[in-house]
C-alpha cells in the first residue's frame, strides 16, 4: 500500500511480529470485505437461527437489528455457516468455535449500517488432513466492529505522518 507520493506504508508479508496471531494487520481480521459476504448468503435455514433480537442495543438510523450464530464446527465440515476465513487465518486455523455470532443492524433502505462480529479460532490436529508445524496452540477469540454511515459522501483518506511510519519486519508494542 503506498499514498500518492510514493512512501512505503506496511505492506503485505511485513509485519512478522505483533504480539498477538489476530492482531497482524496483514490476517484481514478487520477489513470488511472478509465479513460482508456472510449476510447475503444466509440461507432460509440459517435464517430461523436469526431473529429481531430486542436484546440488542438500539442503533439511530437502523430499525432493523438481526443477530445469527453459528454452533461449533470445523470449516470442512459446515463451509456455508461463516465465509472462508481470510488467507493468513485460514492456514493456521482450522476450526470455527463456540459459536460464531453476527448481529447486524439495517436501515429502512436494506443497507447495512453496523455489523458485530464475534469468533473464536482453533488448530485441531485430529481434524488436519495435511497436518503441517507452526500452529497455534490454544483458542483465539476475536470481535470486530463495523459502523458505516455517511453513505453518498466523498471518502477523504490523509496518510499518516512520518513518524508513524514503519518499514520494520517486526513490530512490538512498547511497553
Request: hydrophobic share 35%; proline share 10%.
Given at each position: 500500500?503506498?499514498?500518492?507520493?510514493?512512501?512505503?506504508?506496511?505492506?503485505?508479508?511485513?509485519?512478522?511480529?505483533?504480539?498477538?496471531?489476530?492482531a497482524?494487520?496483514?490476517?484481514?481480521?478487520p477489513?470488511?470485505?472478509?465479513?460482508?459476504?456472510?449476510?447475503?448468503?444466509?440461507?432460509?435455514?440459517?435464517?430461523?437461527?436469526?431473529?429481531?433480537?430486542?436484546?440488542?442495543?438500539?442503533?439511530?438510523?437502523?430499525?432493523?437489528?438481526?443477530?445469527?450464530?453459528?454452533?461449533?464446527?470445523?470449516?470442512?465440515?459446515n463451509?456455508?455457516?461463516?465465509?472462508?476465513?481470510?488467507?493468513?487465518?485460514?492456514?493456521?486455523?482450522?476450526?470455527?468455535?463456540?459459536?460464531?455470532?453476527?448481529?447486524?443492524?439495517?436501515?429502512?433502505?436494506?443497507?447495512?449500517?453496523?455489523?458485530d462480529?464475534?469468533?473464536?479460532?482453533?488448530?485441531?490436529?485430529?481434524?488436519?488432513?495435511?497436518?503441517?508445524?507452526?500452529?497455534?496452540?490454544?483458542?483465539y477469540?476475536?470481535?470486530?466492529?463495523?459502523?458505516l454511515?455517511?453513505?453518498?459522501?466523498?471518502?477523504?483518506?490523509?496518510?499518516?505522518?512520518?513518524?508513524?511510519?514503519?518499514?520494520?519486519?517486526?513490530?512490538?508494542?512498547?511497553?
Amino acid at each position: 500500500m503506498k499514498p500518492n507520493d510514493g512512501r512505503t506504508w506496511i505492506g503485505p508479508k511485513t509485519a512478522s511480529s505483533w504480539g498477538n496471531i489476530l492482531a497482524d494487520p496483514t490476517n484481514d481480521l478487520p477489513d470488511f470485505t472478509v465479513w460482508k459476504p456472510f449476510i447475503p448468503q444466509v440461507t432460509r435455514d440459517d435464517a430461523v437461527h436469526g431473529w429481531d433480537s430486542k436484546n440488542m442495543a438500539d442503533l439511530d438510523g437502523a430499525p432493523y437489528k438481526y443477530e445469527i450464530t453459528c454452533g461449533v464446527s470445523t470449516a470442512a465440515a459446515n463451509p456455508g455457516c461463516t465465509p472462508p476465513l481470510p488467507e493468513q487465518l485460514g492456514v493456521l486455523f482450522n476450526v470455527i468455535g463456540n459459536p460464531m455470532r453476527y448481529q447486524a443492524w439495517l436501515d429502512d433502505t436494506g443497507l447495512l449500517r453496523k455489523l458485530d462480529v464475534t469468533i473464536s479460532m482453533a488448530y485441531v490436529r485430529e481434524v488436519d488432513t495435511n497436518p503441517l508445524p507452526g500452529h497455534p496452540q490454544g483458542e483465539y477469540y476475536a470481535h470486530v466492529v463495523f459502523n458505516l454511515d455517511q453513505f453518498g459522501t466523498p471518502v477523504t483518506v490523509t496518510a499518516p505522518d512520518d513518524a508513524d511510519i514503519t518499514t520494520a519486519r517486526g513490530v512490538i508494542r512498547p511497553k
